[in-house]
């Protein structure tokens, strides 16, 4: 905690969080921004928790309501409709109302995937079942802009990084534990433990601090200074993170109101097609896919069943991200993204080997399927 900044000239450092009379550091306060991390991140739970649920749920529903592939399909792929609509939509609200309290934005979209999870629970038609796959979709695309927003403004610098990364963590935590839940109960009641996350997240918004930054930009000097210093401790020096949070408010509010149309101009091309390209080409690798279907997947590949392959991809999956998060203030953002898409490009081409060799003739050929798509499926850069 004794990683600061540089306090001038003299070579003197400014500890991030102040030592207390006892001559402890202020890690004690670091908790209050650990416990407001883990409350933020109850809702990517969530998040990977929706995102899992459609993989293991599918023999179940289909059967029990006499569903079509067809119509699955649309269940599963319906989430995305809905997360798009949040997504669009979340950053007005964030900015309006704020990123935390019961009724601010994650607690609104706590309110959708509650009522999302309840319809799937109840649903006896593919129409209840739909809605419901849409509102919990809805809720997740709020959640995913909110969430690594609100733990970046309330993380201090030395720190932000590793935070921030907490999100996927939690992501693939609930897409995993919701591959393992869905192996020993049924539909009904993995949607029905859906709700535990969303709860908790509820009640804990009533107990964290408002984002500074929010505060600060919506004038309110008074709170903003309040939440800092519970966020930083009361014996801490915020003065220089203080002037720092109002200066950069005052740069923005001191610019004109930006346009879409402003992006495409020759300056920002470099930022625009990296940025935007990073986001567009990670969702086109198909990930999202693998594992809403993972189940069909590896029964289509050759397995008796789709539990064992949704086990060891559940076993993959949180282990590699933990890497990740350890990793990501130390070996850089670039090195990770480079890996991470070798990794993705080979999984993906070795399920696609894999579906090639299944129309083969050859016995010797057909023996390999299930183990190349094993493969592709739990490579763990991917």
Avoid at 148 to 168: D, H, S, W
Avoid at 196 to 222: D, H, T
Wanted: aromatic share 10%; glycine share 12%; with cysteine.
């Amino acid at each position: 905690m004794e990683i600061g900044r540089d306090g001038g000239e003299d070579g003197n450092r400014e500890a991030l969080l102040a030592k207390d009379e006892q001559g402890e550091d202020g890690g004690s306060y670091i908790w209050v921004v650990v416990i407001s991390t883990l409350v933020a991140v109850s809702g990517s739970y969530v998040f990977g928790s929706a995102v899992g649920y459609s993989s293991p749920a599918e023999l179940g529903i289909m059967n029990d309501l006499g569903l079509s592939l067809a119509q699955y399909s649309l269940f599963g792929s319906i989430l995305t409709i809905g997360a798009m609509i949040g997504a669009i939509m979340s950053g007005h609200i964030a900015d309006f109302i704020g990123r935390r309290g019961s009724w601010q934005a994650m607690g609104i979209s706590d309110i959708f995937c509650l009522a999302g999870w309840l319809a799937i629970f109840f649903s006896k038609a593919a129409w209840l079942l739909n809605l419901g796959r849409l509102s919990v979709g809805y809720g997740i695309g709020l959640l995913s802009y909110v969430v690594p927003v609100y733990i970046a403004e309330i993380t201090p610098k030395n720190l932000r990084g590793g935070f921030t990364t907490v999100n996927q963590l939690m992501i693939c935590c609930g897409v995993s534990l919701t591959f393992l839940l869905g192996t020993v109960v049924r539909w009904r009641i993995l949607a029905l433990i859906g709700i535990i996350p969303c709860l908790v997240q509820l009640l804990g918004l009533f107990f964290i601090p408002e984002s500074p930054r929010w505060l600060a930009k919506m004038g309110k000097q008074n709170e903003f200074e309040s939440a800092l210093r519970i966020l930083r401790g009361k014996d801490a020096d915020i003065s220089h993170e203080v002037d720092e949070i109002r200066d950069y408010m005052e740069t923005i509010q001191s610019l004109q109101e930006a346009r879409i149309l402003d992006l495409f101009q020759r300056k920002y091309a470099h930022s625009v097609i990296v940025g935007v390209g990073l986001m567009v080409l990670q969702q086109f690798g198909g990930v999202n896919g693998i594992a809403f279907y993972a189940s069909a997947i590896f029964v289509s590949a050759g397995f008796s069943s789709g539990s064992i392959g949704t086990i060891a991809m559940a076993a993959v999956q949180i282990p590699m991200t933990t890497l990740g998060v350890l990793l990501m203030d130390k070996s850089g953002r670039r090195p990770l993204l480079m890996v991470s898409a070798a990794g993705t490009c080979l999984g993906c081409f070795l399920v696609g080997v894999s579906f090639v060799l299944k129309v083969r003739d050859h016995e010797w050929l057909k023996a390999l399927i299930p183990s190349v798509a094993l493969v592709g499926v739990l490579d763990p850069s991917h």
